[in-house]
């Protein structure tokens, strides 16, 4: 089982730039597809970025192409997310989250969740 677990989030002014990390107890991210995902104030958690396990380019939503830049460490069992140029619209809660399957868009795919970290974004 992995658990993974967020940290970076904060209070950050329109433009800034922020890193979130989430890093994998227990078993090693290696073997999962892992996402990003994040939930605004009354809407649906909502797909941000995702690797697959076999590596290669990472996916983005199209929102945040261009300003997100998604990674992973796998010899640190880590996996990122830098944002920039961000906006007060990127406001959420952001989920880090592996799992297995045909697609890292959908939270379907994805088995294990953390807690994860806010994001406030003023204008």
């Known amino acids: 089982q992995v658990q993974p677990v967020e940290s970076g989030g904060g209070l950050v002014q329109a433009g800034d730039s922020l890193r979130l990390s989430c890093q994998a107890s227990?078993?090693?991210?290696?073997?999962?597809?892992v996402g990003w995902f994040r939930q605004a104030p009354g809407k649906e958690r909502e797909f941000v970025a995702g690797i697959s396990w076999r590596g290669g380019t990472p996916y983005y939503a199209d929102s945040v192409k261009g300003r997100f830049t998604a990674s992973r460490d796998n010899a640190e069992n880590t996996v990122y997310l830098q944002m920039s140029s961000l906006k007060p619209e990127d406001t959420a809660v952001y989920y880090c989250a592996a799992g297995l399957g045909d697609s890292v868009y959908y939270t379907k795919y994805y088995y294990y969740w953390g807690q994860g970290t806010q994001v406030t974004v003023s204008s």
């Open positions: 227990g078993r090693t991210f290696r073997n999962y597809n």
